[in-house]
């Protein structure tokens, strides 16, 4: 075994001549052939298999010996260990095989030479389900899922690629919610689309937004994430925000040209429940967010009638001064909200409103609301066309 390991051939041959047992092992199971192979002796394997010697390693031994000169790159040694009988299907305890692990270590020359020297099997899957394909696909091994794809049917290597695409998506949404910047970029550089998504239509950018990840937003945003895409249940990448109280996160969103994409009455009929409940910081949001107070019901009541007829003067305020409302909106009825202040005997509320204090502070809220609108959607429209300009890079594609 020493002079197998050692390259001398002289000595090996003088063993060999007086009936040296060449399948003989040690404590740990390990023969002269295996030494052999694993030193890449080329003429010494030639002897050893020319005198009958056998490799003789249990599975495991085999698969052990064969993915370590994977990971390390030797294709010499994981020749010679083929040539020397290694079972280049032998699998680990978790039924991975070395074909597994080259795939995974994105190493086309020893892919290549255990499908071709060693017959080693595509189909096989380990304990979690894993083609050899699919690690590959993990890996963004794009060579070698090249070639492996030669080798399978096209249907399964369509089928690899819906896997990868989904594993990939669960991993995105799975990074993008605990804030983990290096995994995400990670993902984004291996080819995942930044708009990846769950079965509900959920993104990254969602779910990011959602848990208030303001590195991911901006990161995601940056690679052409869609700041208005809507999930099955109607929720978006700023509606997330919004609930989440992040005002960092409604100003990035804002920016990239993200809108809250309700209709007139949904719009009015959820700052109205703000208004009864008392909800003045949602209802702050929701306004920073770009929500038009104005936004009427089914009977043209609009929050601020809502307000003043509830009697509350702080949501008052705040729909005027912050939301910039319509002193002078209507209803269904003609009523204003200063008529319905009267109405129920709000005299606080009643005289606020014929103040000329709110028609100043009015005006201004609408005029600065204006300006906001006017910068930001100069901005997504500049956002917008960068992220196209992004998504048609090489890198956006693979």
Request: hydrophobic letters at 50%; one cysteine or more.
């Amino acid at each position: 075994m020493l002079a197998a390991a050692h390259g001398h051939k002289a000595v090996v041959d003088m063993l060999l001549a007086v009936n040296a047992n060449v399948n003989a092992r040690d404590g740990n199971g390990r023969t002269a052939l295996l030494e052999a192979a694993k030193a890449g002796h080329a003429d010494i394997l030639a002897l050893l298999l020319g005198k009958g010697a056998r490799l003789a390693l249990e599975p495991q031994l085999q698969a052990q010996a064969l993915c370590g000169a994977v990971s390390r790159g030797d294709m010499p040694q994981l020749s010679s260990l083929l040539r020397a009988g290694a079972d280049a299907n032998a699998a680990d305890y978790d039924r991975r095989t070395v074909l597994h692990v080259a795939a995974a270590e994105s190493s086309l020359p020893a892919v290549r030479l255990l499908v071709e020297a060693g017959h080693a099997k595509l189909d096989v899957t380990t304990r979690h389900g894993f083609t050899p394909l699919d690690e590959a696909h993990a890996a963004a091994a794009t060579a070698v899922v090249e070639f492996l794809e030669t080798l399978v049917p096209p249907a399964e290597a369509a089928a690899a690629r819906r896997r990868a695409d989904a594993r990939r998506a669960e991993a995105m949404l799975l990074a993008a919610s605990a804030g983990d910047v290096p995994a995400v970029q990670q993902l984004l550089d291996r080819g995942c689309p930044p708009d990846a998504c769950d079965y509900d239509r959920r993104t990254g950018l969602m779910l990011a937004a959602a848990n208030g990840r303001e590195a991911v937003v901006s990161l995601l945003l940056s690679h052409g994430s869609n700041p208005n895409a809507r999930d099955n249940l109607g929720s978006s990448a700023l509606l997330e925000a919004v609930k989440a109280g992040q005002a960092g996160l409604l100003a990035l969103l804002v920016e990239a040209g993200a809108t809250l994409q309700l209709s007139s009455g949904e719009l009015s009929s959820a700052l109205c429940s703000m208004v009864v409940e008392g909800q003045a910081g949602l209802l702050r949001r929701y306004i920073a967010a770009g929500a038009n107070v104005a936004a009427g019901d089914y009977d043209k009541r609009t929050p601020l009638h809502i307000a003043a007829a509830e009697g509350k003067l702080a949501m008052v305020v705040l729909l005027v001064e912050e939301g910039g409302a319509d002193l002078s909106a209507k209803d269904r009825w003609g009523a204003t909200p200063l008529d319905e202040a009267r109405r129920v005997g709000a005299a606080d509320v009643a005289a606020y409103l014929g103040s000329s204090k709110a028609a100043q502070a009015t005006a201004a809220a609408q005029a600065t609301l204006a300006a906001r609108h006017a910068s930001t959607s100069r901005f997504g429209l500049q956002a917008q066309a960068a992220a196209g300009s992004s998504s048609s890079s090489p890198q956006q594609q693979q």
